[in-house]
């Protein structure tokens, strides 16, 4: 009876001390979760100022603020680094100087000391041209879509590096700042291969288009892409097939039309002017060819 009664009572006191280990280790659980959710919420609270700002002094034009934000060791998906990529900026700048931004964040990942954000960008802006000695305006519009990656260092978020997933852009003269004009192409390619990129306008009866497509691989100082222009047929389609690069560099597909308007005056007579200039461009995401896999059979 003895040996019973110590038995049980010390499998009263192990019960009991798993019991409290347990209560203990559920407590634990409990203020861990409670303390990473108030650092999460932190971080994100952290990385949207971080976007407010960066929009503000992307708005104020402010080069030296903006490169505040960014870690030295920052490269982005075209493989542009820290100097290279304010430097395109500062160039952007200079060729439009009222060109603002809106950023739209749609979601936020925070995995330690590292974030990313996809975020929605707009810009617009004016530029001023002369043609032929004539001074004209044009607008620039730009949307795209991407992933900013964070690193968190001595306590402050920092942009580190950053992919491109869509953009298109356009630069509209004239009448074509009034029409509908859009570009197909597809988002990525593998490189080396076939694409065809497409350029449609809607674009009344009396107007008369011809126009180019090429590509233009993302470098810097940025080349101007020349082609054949061709004339646009009744269904103001143009469409051309296009080879990526084999360097391993993402492009774009860049369309280039002069817009002409056909003015019937008497009898037989017509009046041919140009009306409008239009660039239209959208990013393909050139993928390298992996030497690497082998499937046996």
């Not at 330690?112 to 004016?126: I, K, L, P």
């Not at 795209?144 to 953009?167: F, M, P, R, V």
């Not at 449609?200 to 090429?214: E, M, P, S």
Request: hydrophobic share 35%.
């Amino acid at each position: 009876m003895k040996k019973l009664l110590i038995t049980l009572f010390i499998l009263t006191l192990s019960f009991a001390t798993v019991q409290n280990s347990a209560n203990a280790s559920l407590i634990s659980n409990r203020s861990y979760r409670a303390e990473q959710r108030q650092i999460n919420k932190q971080n994100i609270k952290d990385i949207k100022k971080l976007f407010e700002t960066h929009t503000n002094y992307a708005n104020k034009h402010d080069i030296k603020g903006l490169r505040t934000l960014y870690a030295d060791n920052y490269m982005n998906s075209d493989g542009f680094d820290k100097t290279a990529y304010f430097k395109s900026i500062e160039s952007t700048w200079k060729d439009c100087n009222d060109l603002t931004y809106k950023t739209k964040i749609l979601s936020i990942n925070v995995n330690g000391d590292y974030a990313s954000v996809n975020v929605e960008e707009t810009a617009s802006g004016t530029v001023f041209e002369s043609i032929e000695s004539i001074p004209v305006a044009g607008e620039i519009h730009s949307k795209s879509q991407g992933i900013y990656h964070l690193t968190k260092i001595n306590s402050k978020w920092y942009i580190s590096a950053e992919t491109a997933i869509t953009d298109e852009s356009s630069l509209l003269y004239g009448d074509a700042r009034f029409m509908n004009i859009e570009i197909q192409a597809p988002a990525q390619v593998s490189s080396g291969d076939e694409y065809t990129a497409t350029v449609k306008v809607d674009a009344d009866k009396n107007t008369f288009i011809i126009g180019a497509i090429d590509r233009d691989p993302v470098t810097y100082p940025a080349s101007v892409p020349k082609s054949e222009l061709r004339a646009m047929g009744k269904d103001q389609i143009l469409e051309r097939v296009l080879k990526a690069n084999s360097d391993n560099i993402n492009e774009y597909a860049v369309a280039s039309l002069a817009i002409s308007k056909v003015e019937h005056k008497e009898a037989n007579s017509y009046k041919i002017y140009m009306s409008g200039l239009a660039c239209v461009m959208k990013r393909i995401n050139v993928i390298p060819k992996n030497n690497f896999i082998k499937i046996e059979e």
